[in-house]
């Protein structure tokens, strides 16, 4: 499913009227092509932003393994959303560096600009915190992420 304004468009993690017969990651990365193509076509000369989620569980502990191992098995599901057939995107649950070659694998988070992570909020804040910072210190930075306290942000161009 994706939401979109004349200026972003966000891609959530479950494509509808899809026959099951691609990854989710190949939906959404066919998505994200044929949105900025008819952007273009459109007449506009920049390009919008595109965000992809993704639950991701960098697995550094007893703890991490115990709580969220399991996910390191997803798989992507067909399921039925708003009267249509949808696929949903599995999860990553993984040592630091097997997420990191699983999410350099994955087109969509190669084609957007903007990696939003989803994570079990009923969990309180300090499980969510260990998971972000755990994603932000060990794997965000091998996929091109910049802490934004080392500096100003200053974007870089969209194709």
């Not at 399921?79 to 694998?105: H, K, N």
């Amino acid at each position: 499913m994706c939401y979109e304004n004349p200026l972003y468009l966000a891609e959530e993690a479950a494509a509808l009227d899809q026959s099951g017969d691609r990854s989710f990651v190949e939906i959404q990365a066919e998505q994200i092509a044929l949105y900025r193509t008819a952007w273009k076509e459109a007449g506009h000369s920049w390009t919008p932003r595109v965000s992809v989620s993704r639950s991701i569980f960098p697995l550094l502990s007893a703890k991490d393994r115990g709580m969220y191992g399991l996910e390191a098995y997803s798989s992507d599901q067909v399921g039925r959303l708003d009267m249509g057939t949808a696929t949903f995107g599995r999860s990553y649950a993984a040592t630091p560096d097997v997420l990191i070659e699983q999410l350099q694998a994955d087109p969509a988070i190669a084609a957007a600009d903007t990696l939003l992570l989803t994570i079990p909020n009923q969990l309180g804040f300090e499980e969510n915190l260990s998971i972000i910072s755990n994603f932000a210190k060990y794997v965000a930075p091998e996929l091109g992420w910049i802490p934004a306290d080392q500096g100003p942000v200053t974007g870089y161009p969209i194709q």
